[in-house]
């Protein structure tokens, strides 16, 4: 059973300034849970769960000395960031990341990608196609978000998530071809496929900072044949990587 400081602190954990100064978020649902339990870069600090759920993974949880708390549906509700709540909510330690060495051949870069849903498509998309490292400028949505983290459905354990400066970052990365999604950019089946590099994905309605797009940049396009003005960026993105990589 919760008691009243558990579910404050819970809900507390929806706003970023809260899971910024507490490094913890929350996660829910069986499958993020599960990915999560079996990552070892992921430190779950308590869990709250039906107990249907408790009893099928109650082993799993000691074995890892993860405390737990068996909740109602009722309880469930109060604590929840979805609609429909699903068996179990999480309490996870956020993450700490080092942004100076890219672990897998591809980078990408996200410039002010600010719904929330996009971004955690975007993770998961990253992570389908193998690439472990994203950098999003600061003005991007938080990864920690509860609707991103939801949209990732487990990626998080994967996917490596760092936040900083673009303009600075790019000048750093230049042992690697940075290709930018733009509207005015060369087709990208005429664009020869580097064996790795960095790609850089634009705001939704704005695309990307002028600023970023440098004589070293690379500008693609995928060709369109109908009447839309644009792609969303999580789709854009999933088609760039395809090809890529």
């Given at each position: 059973?919760?008691?009243?400081?558990?579910?404050?602190?819970?809900?507390?954990l929806?706003?970023?300034?809260?899971?910024?100064?507490?490094?913890?978020?929350t996660?829910?649902?069986?499958?993020?849970?599960?990915?999560f339990?079996?990552?070892p870069?992921?430190q779950?600090?308590?869990?709250?769960?039906?107990a249907?759920?408790?009893?099928?993974?109650?082993?799993a949880?000691?074995?890892a000395?993860?405390?737990?708390?068996?909740?109602s549906h009722?309880e469930l509700?109060?604590?929840?960031?979805?609609?429909?709540?699903?068996?179990?909510?999480?309490?996870?330690?956020k993450?700490?990341?080092?942004?100076?060495k890219p672990?897998?051949?591809?980078i990408?870069?996200?410039?002010?990608?600010?719904?929330?849903?996009?971004?955690?498509?975007?993770i998961?998309?990253?992570?389908?196609?193998?690439?472990?490292?994203?950098v999003a400028?600061?003005?991007?949505?938080?990864?920690?978000?509860?609707k991103?983290v939801?949209?990732?459905?487990?990626?998080?354990?994967r996917?490596r998530?760092?936040?900083t400066?673009l303009?600075?970052?790019?000048d750093q990365?230049k042992?690697r071809?940075?290709?930018?999604?733009?509207?005015?950019?060369?087709p990208l089946?005429s664009i020869?496929k580097?064996?790795?590099?960095?790609?850089?994905?634009?705001n939704e309605?704005k695309g990307?900072?002028?600023n970023?797009?440098t004589d070293?940049?690379?500008k693609i396009?995928?060709?369109?044949?109908?009447?839309?003005?644009?792609?969303?960026?999580?789709v854009a993105?999933?088609?760039l990587?395809?090809?890529?990589?």
């Open positions: 059973m919760l008691v009243k400081s558990q579910v404050k602190y819970i809900q507390s929806s706003q970023k300034k809260f899971r910024d100064e507490i490094g913890e978020f996660a829910e649902g069986p499958k993020i849970i599960n990915e339990l079996a990552a870069n992921i779950i600090k308590e869990v709250f769960a039906l249907s759920w408790i009893e099928e993974h109650e082993n949880l000691k074995t000395a993860i405390p737990f708390t068996e909740v009722q509700e109060r604590i929840s960031q979805l609609q429909t709540p699903a068996e179990v909510l999480a309490i996870v330690k993450p700490v990341f080092n942004a100076d672990v897998s051949p591809w990408l870069i996200l410039d002010t990608i600010q719904d929330p849903g996009n971004l955690g498509t975007i998961r998309t990253a992570d389908w196609f193998g690439i472990t490292d994203i400028s600061p003005q991007t949505a938080d990864y920690l978000n509860p991103v939801q949209a990732t459905m487990g990626s998080l354990s996917v998530i760092i936040y400066p303009e600075s970052y790019i990365i042992d071809p940075i290709l930018a999604a733009h509207l005015n950019g060369s089946q020869q580097p064996e790795k590099g960095a790609l850089i994905i634009g309605s990307i900072d002028a970023l797009i070293k940049v690379v396009t995928i060709p369109a044949k109908g009447g839309a003005e644009s792609l969303n960026a999580a993105t999933g088609i990587l395809s090809h890529l990589t």
